[in-house]
């Protein structure tokens, strides 16, 4: 039921505007579907991103992985590239896919997941709003 | 290990008076076990619940499940129903049964579930205060 | 413009029922103003208190006043007599005052004045939820 | 020192898209203040408000002023027309007024201040992210 | 996949001073691996620390365990030995433990499992920072 | 009553470790003064530090201050000298001058005041914890 594993989590936080749309759909089924998150004109948030890793601790360090270096991947991986950013018209990844928080949880994990050993777990928790979060692996 | 599955999680919030107790006990026993909580003239709480939902990102939607439907059925099926409310007086679901956090969280549970399509695993998480929160199923 | 004078501020918290109701309305009138928090059994709230006091830095200590001796002071005074507790019905300052958060507000002032200097300056500021709260004075 | 006003606060929040530009400068002037914060395709924010309302406590209700009126009308002058939105491009007041925080509040506060009877102080408190948020008047 | 089990969580928090260090590695490298945390000197933290306890819910309290007896249980045996205090110099099981966050998290838990009811499931949360925070197990 | 200034709020963070202590008074008035703040071996803190600069709006920029550069000015003259420090060892201003949370204040405060034009007003607000604060000036 235990393990020996520790997880670790790091918040870090990015601006940005989406909207909403499925290019596959018609202008009505997408307004249907995605109502005012659909605004032409796009709208945004702050979001609130935790980076969680889990594996054992390092004897002569005791950490599982370092903070700092975490903290740094996170930036340049992520935020130096989605802050203050238009995630449908700036962002490669959101190209052909529709920037929902799920989505942009599961290309967030996509982006990190080569880059962190693969010892250990990996787990992105993304904040929309303080009401609206998602996690993926769930 | 990794799972294809996401979740995500919706909070909202309802205020309550309730006052704990067991019909089944002497008043010195209620008082023992309760303490300030069974105060007879009740006391109250801001509670703060989020709904877990897991399940599959759908192809068309990029959502797990479309939080405006989500967020309206717990308004529906909770908050209109608990929110400024005596839990012990005026919730049927309390007639008989202690109103605990832990208590609260299952009742929710069992309203929602068969609501919300099997396909989704479901998860209450209840703050009673900043400090004493819980989480039904563990 | 400027002061020589620092604030210094302690927050705490209480749970309470309460409800909203003038004795001098008809019920219709009660119902009307009050909406859901008028209702007969009442509801309740986790209240977040912060009490500001303001003066000179006491050149001995270092402190405005020490911040020990304010909460066991905010503690005895305010939320041993108010915790867990019913404002309408066991607190005797609302017997005939209205327990709304601007009311709580004052009479928490009126309380804990007589028992802080003089020379110092006092607010009270009272969170009834995350999204209301009142400051007194103004 | 002391007065027998009361203040109130309500909380509410809007998701939008911006981007920071004077029409007046040369898109490197533009570059060269705003920085990244000049992105022609727009980021975003969740704006946290807050509408500080000062005043006497009523007798007969106890309220400076009904928070349930007072959310109702942030809710159709400000919420219902800025979130979800652009704000350079649907709202009228920033065709020619820069979104910087501090317009936005200023804005805000002339939307309102003619809908509040003129007894009653105004404030507006507007985040812009969790570590920068602005206030008017100051 | 469901269980019959629920979660309780209570929140603690203490203050502490602390410096990374191995007493096995050279002066350097302490510097290369811990940077300014390794400050001779010391630096400091206010530790946010949930206890996660997971069990069936008793017929006859409603509680899977009674929260006061929890909360003095984590008073007792971690918050009046670590909080004010220097965790390298007077605590004990830190003379030859790096007082990571992922070690304080290890060493609560070592402390509080042989005091919690076998029956019962354990798990340590602390935030470091509100941008840093740990879990054990993972 | 109503000024066209704008205040606008940068916040900060950083940890540290201290002492509470005056070498005026004997070790045994420190203890009955200071209580458990007086551990000769220091305990520390995440402060979260709130500077508040109010002015008028720049017509040509729309704000007040540029935020980053009140945001890098803070980082060099107070975040790069006091984190992951020991406030009582490291910092030159608490030799003689004992670091309660006042203290501290006033000190960011006379660091910083020269640095940022006249024709700002200027407020510190510091978090020692989430529950005691202070301003200066009040």
């Known amino acids: 039921m235990e393990s020996f594993k520790v ?15 499925n290019d596959l759909l018609s ?3 997408n307004k249907a579907i995605f109502g ?3 605004n032409i004109n796009y709208h945004g948030h702050n979001y ?3 980076i969680k890793v889990a594996g054992e601790i390092d004897a002569v360090t005791g950490y ?3 903070m700092k270096i975490l903290s740094d991947l996170i930036k340049t991986e ?4 989605f802050d203050h950013k238009n ?10 896919i529709n920037p929902t928080a799920e989505n942009i949880a599961w290309v967030i994990y996509t982006i990190l997941r080569p880059k962190i050993e693969i010892k250990y777990e990996l ?10 979060y998602v996690e993926y692996p769930s």
Do not use: M, P, W
């Open 7 to 21: 997880s670790v989590y790091r918040k870090e936080h990015f601006n940005a505007a989406h909207r909403l749309h």
């Open 27 to 29: 202008i009505e089924e």
């Open 36 to 38: 005012k998150c659909n």
């Open 48 to 50: 609130e991103l935790i």
């Open 64 to 66: 599982v992985i370092d």
């Open 78 to 81: 992520i935020i130096e590239r």
């Open 87 to 96: 995630l449908n018209l700036d962002i490669e990844e959101f190209k052909h």
């Open 123 to 132: 787990k992105i928790i993304l904040y929309e709003t303080e009401r609206n």
